[in-house]
């Protein structure tokens, strides 16, 4: 009887620590596969990915699910992409990618190359004004142009300068970013990488665009009742990625933020298991890599009033090895945040926890500045962040030791 009554025990004491890495694996897998093209908008793989979360989430054993749409403006690359620089074939999203803000582009070009070293604004135009270098693509390094942005943006516009486009170069892994391609400039900008445009004179390039108006994408929201209502905890994580460059590449997003999305679908099925005291939300976001759309359409129409959120979790790209775990807390979370540390220190989690200035790069940040009280949950710098935002962010070089210290950091939170 009395053996019984210790397997009992240990049995609920398992129970209360439910983190599942099994079924975390399985949900960034699966989220990360080529089914859902890296999540994307153009070719659906952000509402499929929403669509499976949804049945996840029902597995799960939660008590409701809202599906809440929105619509943006983002402009895609789907269709064909290639580029050859003095007849040798680049490697679309490896040697190159688009600016997300560009049009499509095709044709052949010749390059000019900035000389960064004698740099001289009146004579850059002068010369672009030439007749050999008539549509040529300026080709210079980012960071330079980033410091002369107001000669560079003349350079996108139409009607300022006879040049064809702007080629950007940017050390590898080259990157692709979606934030500001709510919008199309006049003229097309390439980043490469330094190595395939050295001494080059002629490229290529045959990329089309798509602009995709009035796009419909959907967060969803998963509720778990707790025995009390007027208030809840939050955890949020964005599902949508960059989905594709070409019709070829796509970004798998299995760090950014198939990782984050899997956590949140775990911690659902542990809090329909374990009752809390508390109402709990799980909101899975999409529209967060093209600027925090969807978590800044939550905040103007919650579905539960904002004062009401207790603590907020957001977690984005823990699928890594770094053993301190960066974070940001919001004004109004810091008088809480010293239970982050002591649960750290008891539980022996994390080395430490890295806290850092709050900053506009991700879904916690729409909340944090209307006053709720919340921790972004990032882990950085480990072995698999470099592959950020490219397409080997994949199934191979995600990393799940992040997974459970992450689980038992908030879980153990809301227990104190
Ligand atoms: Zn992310």
């Known amino acids: 009887m009395k053996k019984i009554f210790v397997l009992l025990l240990a049995l609920a004491a398992l ?35 929403g669509k499976y979360l949804e049945k996840e989430f029902r597995k799960a054993g939660v008590d409701e699910i809202t599906l809440q749409p929105f619509t943006i403006n983002i402009n895609t690359f789907c269709g064909k992409a290639e580029m ?17 803000y560009s049009p499509g582009v095709h044709g052949e070009f010749p390059v000019y190359h ?6 001289n604004a009146d004579g850059l135009f002068e010369d672009l004004a030439k007749p050999e270098n008539a549509g040529c693509l300026v080709c210079c390094d980012f960071w330079f142009t980033y410091r002369h942005r107001e000669v560079f943006s003349r ?15 940017w050390e590898a892994p080259i990157k692709f ?18 190595e395939a445009m050295e001494g080059v004179k002629r490229v290529k390039v045959n990329v089309d665009n798509e602009f995709l108006s009035n796009y419909e994408l959907f967060n969803v929201i998963a509720k778990v009742e707790g025995a009390r209502h007027d208030s809840c905890y939050v955890f949020t994580a964005h ?38 005291q ?94 709720v009280p919340c921790i972004f949950l990032e882990n950085q710098e480990g072995s698999a962040f470099p592959h950020y935002h490219t397409p080997a962010d994949n199934f191979k070089t995600v990393r799940f030791e992040s997974y459970e210290p992450v689980f038992k950091l908030v ?4 227990d104190k």
């Open 239 to 276: 599902y949508d990625h960059l989905g594709n460059m070409g019709k070829k590449v796509f970004y798998p997003g299995a760090n950014d933020n198939a990782s984050g999305t899997a956590a949140i679908v775990t911690l659902a099925e542990h809090y329909a298991k374990n009752r809390p």
């Open 155 to 169: 350079l996108q516009k139409a009607g300022e300068c006879p040049n064809g486009g702007l080629i950007y170069t």
């Open 84 to 100: 050859w620089a003095d007849g040798k074939k680049l490697r679309t999203g490896v040697d190159y990618s688009m600016r997300e």
């Open 15 to 49: 129970q209360l620590n439910a983190q599942d890495l099994p079924h975390f694996k399985k949900v960034v897998k699966e989220l990360s596969s080529a089914k859902y093209q890296g999540r994307g908008y153009a070719k659906g793989g952000a509402n499929k990915a």
């Open 411 to 414: 879980t153990g939170f809301i």
């Open 278 to 371: 508390y109402d709990m939300y799980f909101v899975a976001f999409s529209g967060e890599d093209a600027n925090l759309r969807g978590s800044t359409y939550f905040v103007e129409h919650p579905i539960v009033p904002l004062s009401q959120i207790k603590y907020l979790f957001n977690i984005d790209m823990i699928g890594d090895d770094n053993p301190v775990q960066y974070c940001e807390v919001s004004d109004a979370g810091m008088s809480q945040y010293p239970k982050f540390e002591q649960v750290n220190a008891e539980q022996q989690l994390f080395e430490k926890l890295d806290r850092g200035a709050l900053a506009a790069n991700s879904d916690h940040y729409p909340f944090a500045i209307r006053g």
């Open 114 to 119: 900035v000389d960064t070293l004698n740099f």
């Open 177 to 194: 970013f979606k934030a500001y391609g709510e919008k199309v400039v006049d003229k097309p900008i390439i980043w490469v990488t330094p």
